[in-house]
């Protein structure tokens, strides 16, 4: 069935744009076990991406490509907001720069003390707000990822964020 999310735990993932057809495609770079689904960031600058390499560290680098790195398990990109706020730089200028605004945010972090990625989604946040929250939850680093109307969030089963949005990528525990 289209539309219809299988996971019993997600949130929803990067960056994506529809095709004349209605069909969905991803902005930024993804990487799923290894495979690379994505490799481009929308504005042709290197734009904030949280890697899970496959020894299990952890960094956010600004990319343009993943084919720099090696042997990387899980990547997406979005937007840095920890340890510092990089939409100019990534090219969310102009019209693109609506994705600091006020809205229901999801944001993925990295906390070093614990080796725990964190993941929370916040109503009514800004980027500014998304990153305090990062911060206040001991995070080191992190990105914001797709928000508005296309953030969904199911844990343990349990809907506690919904979109109509046909979503292109989601990231799952």
Not at 119 to 132: E, F, L, M, N
């Amino acid at each position: 069935m289209p539309n219809r999310i299988e996971y019993y735990n997600f949130v929803n993932g990067g960056y994506f744009w529809h095709h004349a057809s209605g069909e969905t495609y991803p902005l930024g770079i993804l990487v799923d076990q290894g495979d690379v689904l994505s490799d481009r960031q929308p504005h042709g600058k290197p734009a904030g991406t949280l890697i899970i390499y496959k020894d299990g560290n952890v960094a956010v680098k600004e990319l343009l490509s993943i084919k720099s790195e090696k042997n990387v398990w899980f990547a997406i990109s979005g937007c840095t907001i920890l340890p510092k706020i990089n939409m100019t730089a990534a090219g969310f200028t102009g019209v693109y720069s609506d994705i600091g605004r006020t809205t229901l945010r999801p944001v993925i972090g990295y906390r070093k003390k614990d080796k725990k990625i964190i993941i929370a989604v916040r109503p009514s946040s800004s980027i500014t707000r998304a990153q305090i929250t990062l911060k206040n939850l001991g995070c080191d680093f992190g990105i914001t990822l797709d928000a508005g109307g296309s953030t969904a969030l199911q844990v343990k089963g349990k809907k506690l964020h919904n979109t109509t949005r046909r979503l292109n990528n989601v990231i799952t525990w």
